[in-house]
């Protein structure tokens, strides 16, 4: 009761205190185990539409349920959790919702839902399609929309009963930061059409700033700033004016600003219909459109002799952005170094032709090169464990699972989905998973525990485009990955004098992160993997 005494006192909004007494029929207690594991000297805990600070004192944060509506509460280091009713334990979503309160504008209580963090490298994601729209009823454990993360397109369901109030990120809608709103639920039926001109604040779209329609009057400028005295009103027209001079401060909504930014706008050249001129989300959305009209194909490029170059721009899918990002980072911190062996296949193509007859006698899948590449490398990791390992900075993380990813071009980009304990399958498994995986990532349905985990890398590029010999980049944190190319018939010498034959020979590239792999390691792993690849039987053992 001292936190209701406390908001009493300091509150000039509150006449009555019978009535606030009334209200506050539930505190919030965290035991010391919660506490310990979550709640820090250093972090600061904020209700959520009310502004109070919670107490520090003793160590324990309390929180005051009013109304018995659940109230969200969040610390300075992100951590957001919500607060159920009596007896309800703490419920946690991947999806990042916060909950609203009425405020001056007369809005009901509502959630913003945030785009949520659908895998370990994700940053941004699309929204593939809404699978509700704005009215529906919502349940838990329904999908509301399809989101195209960095890896694959995931569903994203719903996690509290009530009614999709407000879709703010429709469909098709690329590059949504993780946390930044995309819709609005509220628990009422009736509330929903109060939201039909609903705008989320900039800090809950992620800028962390005040709303788009902020005014100059609630936060006026800093002293040392220019100026400006206060323009007659003009129609919004999205006219081009000359760049601000240089040192002149232009004065633009958060909203506004990246909006910009996403659209390479040079907002100097804005003309500001705000308050005091101004620049907001209206005038940029108008200046896009007019430069739209203005220009609805793209400006041909110039070649050195002053002719036209005839070019299409193709938009970045999430795949490949995530995947520049990563292979670059890989490049630039992790020291390569190359080693090939060639092995010949012969055995290993007459193993693979019995196995398949047994295969299409039992109406099994054909066996590929490929899934006997993938076996004699997880073999091999399993008598050289030292590849099978990652860095960190402390340590050298080896794993006892051997995990084979195996790269899969698509339309989109390349996939690498995951074989887990390779080691431990057979070759039919094997086959069949490829194939599985394989098609899943060329309909872009892959889910994360398809991708996620592995301890190596297999990329083939012999079999299906005929390359003979490549150097592949290793996918960190992984710390090895082999290239292999294309079997090719040469001229060996035979077992008498001036005697020669032909074999068939697949030259094999092993990328080496030298903080984990020295060369002479990498080299007993290549040993491994070629006895498994010329003498095949031994893979049955």
Request: net charge neutral.
């Amino acid at each position: 009761m001292v936190y209701a005494s406390q908001i009493i006192n300091h509150s000039k909004k509150l006449r009555s205190a019978p009535k606030l007494l009334q209200q506050a029929s539930v505190i919030r207690w965290f035991s010391n185990e919660v506490q310990s594991s979550i709640v820090k000297q250093d972090e600061i805990w904020k209700i959520q539409g009310f502004g109070y600070q919670a107490s520090q004192k003793g160590g324990i944060r309390n929180l005051v349920n009013v109304n018995n509506r659940p109230h969200l509460f969040q610390c300075n280091r992100g951590v957001s959790m919500m607060t159920t009713s009596v007896g309800s334990p703490f419920s946690g979503s991947l999806i990042n919702s916060k909950r609203g309160f009425s405020s001056d504008s007369g809005l009901p209580p509502h959630q913003e839902v945030g785009m949520p963090s659908l895998s370990p490298t994700m940053t941004e994601g699309n929204i593939a399609r809404w699978l509700k729209k704005e009215g529906d009823k919502i349940s838990p454990g329904e999908v509301l929309c399809e989101v195209e993360t960095d890896k694959a397109t995931v569903e994203m369901e719903c996690m509290e009963e009530g009614y999709l109030a407000k879709i703010l990120r429709g469909d098709g809608a690329k590059e949504i930061k993780v946390g930044e709103v995309i819709a609005i639920t509220v628990e009422d039926e009736e509330d929903v059409v109060k939201f039909k001109d609903y705008e989320p604040s900039s800090s809950s779209a992620g800028a962390g700033a005040a709303a788009d329609k902020e005014s100059s009057a609630s936060s006026p400028p800093k002293k040392e700033a220019v100026e400006e005295s206060v323009p007659s009103p003009e129609p919004k027209t999205a006219k081009q004016s000359p760049p601000a001079p240089a040192g002149e401060r232009i004065f633009a909504s958060p909203l506004a600003r990246k909006l910009a930014e996403e659209n390479n706008v040079p907002i100097s050249s804005i003309k500001g219909t705000g308050p005091d001129g101004s620049i907001v989300k209206a005038d940029i959305e108008d200046y896009l459109a007019s430069r739209g009209k203005k220009s609805t194909t793209a400006p041909k490029a110039k070649d050195a002799v002053g002719g036209l170059l005839d070019y299409i721009d193709i938009p970045h899918t999430q795949i490949r952005k995530v995947t520049a990002s990563r292979l670059l980072f890989s490049k630039q911190t992790i020291p390569h170094y190359y080693l090939t062996v060639d092995t010949c296949v012969d055995k290993l193509m007459d193993l693979r032709s019995q196995l398949n007859a047994l295969q299409e006698a039992s109406g099994g899948k054909r066996i590929s090169v490929n899934d006997l590449v993938i076996k004699a490398a997880a073999l091999a990791l399993r008598k050289v464990p030292q590849c099978n390992s990652s860095w960190t900075d402390n340590y050298i993380r080896q794993y006892h699972n051997v995990n084979i990813n195996v790269a899969v071009q698509t339309d989109n980009g390349l996939y690498v989905p995951v074989i887990r304990d390779a080691d431990k399958k057979g070759l039919s498994g094997i086959s069949e998973e490829v194939k599985k995986l394989a098609q899943k990532a060329r309909e872009n349905s892959l889910k994360p525990e398809d991708y996620e985990g592995g301890t190596f890398t297999v990329s083939n590029l012999g079999g299906p485009f005929g390359i003979k010999q490549f150097c592949a980049i290793i996918n960190p944190p992984q710390s090895g990955i082999l290239a292999v190319g294309s079997a090719e018939k040469r001229v060996i010498p035979g077992s008498g004098a001036e005697e020669f034959k032909f074999a068939s020979f697949m030259s094999v590239t092993l990328s080496c992160d030298h903080r984990v792999i020295d060369g002479a390691i990498g080299a007993d792993w290549l040993k491994a993997f070629k006895g498994y690849i010329e003498n095949p039987e031994s893979m049955l053992l």
